[in-house]
């Protein structure tokens, strides 16, 4: 059973800096692309960023690029987000996800909130 437990959402002030964490289990991580993606209030969930398998090739959204890092830990079966230079706009609830044997897999989301 594919399990994704995303942490380290938190307060934080404009500018300041987050590290996300989903911890994966239930399929094979290291052999699974990974991405994350949020949802603020009134709006749909929209895609953040993409790590391959191996952690080689990475993609983001505009909106992130050059702020946010995606990266991953196979052997501790972890995906992360760096945030930096956060602005109210990132606030949302972030998900990992991934993508096994054609079946999507969300975690419950951790609460990211970028206010003064």
């Known amino acids: 059973q594919v399990q994704l437990v995303e942490s380290g959402g938190d307060l934080v002030e404009p500018g300041g800096s987050l590290r996300l964490s989903c911890a994966a289990s239930?399929?094979?991580?290291?052999?699974?692309?990974m991405s994350w993606y949020r949802q603020a209030p009134g709006k749909e969930r929209e895609f953040v960023a993409r790590i391959s398998s191996t952690g080689v090739t990475t993609n983001y959204a505009d909106s992130v690029k050059g702020r946010f890092t995606i990266s991953r830990h196979n052997t501790k079966n972890t995906l992360y987000l760096q945030m930096n230079s956060l602005k109210p706009e990132d606030t949302a609830v972030y998900y990992c996800y991934a993508n096994t044997a054609g079946f999507g897999s969300w975690g419950q989301g951790t609460q990211v909130t970028v206010s003064a």
């Open positions: 239930g399929f094979t991580f290291r052999f699974t692309a």
